[in-house]
């Protein structure tokens, strides 16, 4: 009812969701490359959600390509009236996506010293926080299974090009090639994962 009475108030809505994805496989590291690129991009840009977009495009494009490697996954978010209210919740899911097991690359490490043969992940873990205006049923509802998971990824690609993209926010772990994320420790860290 809430719902109805700001949309006849002409009241923009805001959602804010966050997506985690777990690929498992001797395949994966190389995905890792990506990300990290990502991650110096969106540095390098400062918080330019359309440049954030384009990489989150990519991002997503990928994912979409490694769909036989998904093992599991999880989503949460929430709907608010607010760009204010909306704006907290993007940094609290930010602070608790940072907060993750080997979530924050380390770009000042200088690892060219280091042994050749470096051990070679077999799970990463993707968490995307995005904020959004307007509504997006495929990203609004339960994606923890692989076609829902496959149509939210497709949304959140419509979403840049609608230019309705408010923030966008990339974390992954292992942060980095040579770090590995035992199955224990995404039992630890990562509880909500849903296996698909």
């Known amino acids: 009812m809430r719902d109805g009475f700001n949309?006849?108030?002409?009241r923009t809505r805001?959602?804010?969701?966050r997506l985690f994805i777990h690929l498992?496989?001797?395949?994966?590291?190389?995905i890792l490359g990506q990300l990290n690129r990502g991650a110096r991009q969106a540095i390098d840009v400062d918080g330019d959600v359309e440049v954030l977009g384009e990489g989150l495009v990519e991002l997503c494009q990928t994912l979409l390509q490694y769909d036989e490697?998904?093992?599991?996954?999880?989503?949460?978010?929430?709907?608010?009236?607010?760009?204010?209210?909306a704006g907290d919740y993007v940094n609290e899911l930010f602070t608790d996506s940072a907060e993750r097991y080997?979530?924050?690359?380390?770009?000042?490490?200088?690892?060219?010293?280091?042994?050749?043969?470096?051990?070679?992940?077999r799970n990463v873990i993707v968490m995307?926080?995005?904020?959004?205006?307007?509504e997006v049923p495929e990203l609004e509802s339960d994606l923890s299974n692989i076609a829902a998971l496959k149509d939210g990824l497709k949304a959140i690609i419509n979403l840049h090009y609608k230019h309705k993209?408010?923030?966008?926010?990339v974390h992954f772990s292992p942060a980095q090639l040579?770090?590995?994320l035992s199955n224990d420790q995404l039992l630890q860290y990562y509880p909500e994962l849903i296996p698909l």
């Open 14 to 17: 805001y959602v804010v969701c």
């Open 165 to 169: 993209l408010r923030a966008v926010q």
């Open 69 to 85: 490697y998904w093992t599991s996954a999880a989503n949460e978010g929430d709907v608010f009236w607010s760009e204010g209210e």
């Open 24 to 30: 498992a496989g001797s395949e994966v590291a190389p």
């Open 102 to 121: 080997l979530s924050e690359p380390d770009f000042s490490s200088n690892r060219s010293n280091e042994p050749l043969s470096i051990p070679v992940t």
């Open 128 to 134: 995307i926080t995005l904020a959004y205006e307007g």
């Open 178 to 180: 040579g770090d590995e």
């Open 7 to 10: 949309r006849m108030m002409g």
